[in-house]
């Protein structure tokens, strides 16, 4: 019992020290340090391997994007963001879902136009995620929507953002937009309402 409680405590330590280290690393990419953000990619890589599985797993099956492909790029965006000022990795996660959700969306648009036409991506949500039970969503007409709430609130579109496509908790959610948990499930509850009645 004491050598299993000895182990836990040793793989906590060592994922707490496995964070501060990606987090010391992204700060120095965001400096421009090529080495550090060559050192990053293998500490941050099976989770946004996870992240884009996600994503994907929500979409049409014969997607021509995977995961591996996904995460590449997302990963060259997240190290070219020179204006973010990184909090951490929740923070850094965060910003790698927003970004996986646009080359979606800019992929399902190249698609579509390619097809001229037709049903060309499709999300499933979660039922705890989901505007209103037993919705199928385009992929398109959500973010479109995502877009006017951000005209109404920027906060709750950004919390939508995070809650469909980051797998964030609510209260790193919250974290990662400087709020209470508290204000944060009231944000969701009144956007998710607001989003059911725009995509119904």
Same mark, same amino acid.
């Given at each position: 019992?004491?050598?299993?409680?000895?182990?836990?405590?040793?793989?906590? &330590?060592?994922?707490?020290?496995?964070?501060?280290?990606?987090?010391? /690393?992204?700060?120095?990419?965001?400096?421009?340090?090529?080495?550090?953000?060559?050192?990053? /990619?293998?500490?941050?890589?099976?989770?946004?391997?996870?992240?884009?599985? !996600?994503?994907?797993? !929500? &979409?049409?099956?014969?997607?021509? $994007?995977?995961?591996?492909?996904?995460?590449?790029?997302?990963?060259?965006? /997240? =190290?070219?963001?020179?204006? =973010?000022?990184?909090?951490?990795?929740?923070?850094?996660?965060? =910003?790698?879902?927003?970004?996986?959700?646009?080359? /979606?969306?800019?992929?399902?648009?190249? !698609?579509?136009?390619?097809?001229?036409?037709?049903?060309? *991506?499709?999300?499933? $949500?979660?039922?705890?995620?989901?505007?209103?039970?037993?919705?199928?969503?385009?992929?398109?007409?959500?973010? @479109?929507?995502? @877009?006017?709430? @951000?005209? $109404?609130?920027?906060?709750?579109?950004? *919390? =939508?953002? *995070? !809650?469909?496509?980051?797998?964030?908790?609510?209260?790193?959610?919250?974290?990662?937009?400087?709020?209470?948990?508290?204000?944060?499930?009231?944000?969701?509850?009144?956007?998710?309402?607001? $989003?059911?009645?725009?995509?119904?």
């Amino acid at each position: 019992m004491r050598v299993g409680q000895g182990n836990c405590s040793g793989m906590i &330590e060592d994922d707490e020290e496995r964070r501060a280290h990606a987090t010391e /690393l992204l700060s120095k990419a965001k400096q421009g340090d090529s080495a550090s953000a060559e050192r990053l /990619l293998p500490l941050v890589y099976d989770e946004l391997h996870n992240l884009a599985e !996600r994503f994907l797993r !929500r &979409e049409v099956a014969n997607h021509t $994007l995977q995961p591996t492909a996904l995460v590449h790029e997302a990963y060259l965006r /997240l =190290v070219e963001q020179d204006r =973010v000022d990184w909090q951490g990795r929740t923070h850094f996660f965060a =910003v790698g879902a927003r970004i996986m959700h646009r080359l /979606l969306i800019d992929h399902g648009r190249n !698609r579509k136009r390619a097809k001229r036409g037709g049903g060309w *991506l499709r999300i499933t $949500l979660a039922p705890e995620v989901a505007p209103a039970a037993g919705m199928e969503l385009d992929a398109m007409a959500v973010h @479109e929507a995502i @877009e006017k709430l @951000e005209k $109404l609130d920027p906060r709750q579109a950004r *919390l =939508v953002e *995070l !809650r469909f496509f980051s797998g964030l908790s609510m209260a790193e959610i919250a974290d990662v937009l400087g709020v209470s948990k508290r204000t944060a499930e009231a944000d969701w509850t009144h956007a998710r309402a607001w $989003l059911a009645r725009e995509l119904s």
